[in-house]
């Protein structure tokens, strides 16, 4: 699978990588996680969003890991905050 983050989710991704290794590493984590397991099961709660597509896993009780999965490509819409807080 490829990942593919958003603009601002890749800025999320390297402010984590920068401040907080252990949220990094949980991100990571998650990532390998989806690409084992698929969108609905595994670590973090996986759920799919109700009012937009894509799905949500916690990476902790205050940040959620938002992604669409499409052909093999796993698409990274946000990793901090919770959906669009």
């Known amino acids: 699978?490829?990942?593919f983050f958003t603009?601002?989710?890749?800025y999320e991704y390297l402010e984590?990588?920068?401040k907080d290794k252990i949220m990094y590493k949980k991100i990571n984590e998650l990532l390998k996680?989806?690409?084992r397991n698929g969108t609905l099961h595994g670590k973090g709660k996986p759920?799919?969003?109700k009012y937009?597509?894509?799905y949500s896993r916690r990476?902790?009780?205050?940040?959620?890991?938002?992604?669409?999965?499409?052909?093999d490509v796993i698409k990274v819409l946000s990793c901090k905050g919770h959906y669009e807080e």
């Open 1 to 3: 699978m490829i990942f």
């Open 7 to 10: 603009n601002t989710a890749w």
């Open 16 to 18: 984590w990588l920068e």
């Open 33 to 35: 996680d989806i690409e």
């Open 47 to 49: 759920e799919k969003l």
């Open 52 to 54: 937009r597509k894509g």
């Open 59 to 71: 990476i902790d009780e205050k940040n959620r890991l938002i992604y669409d999965v499409e052909n």
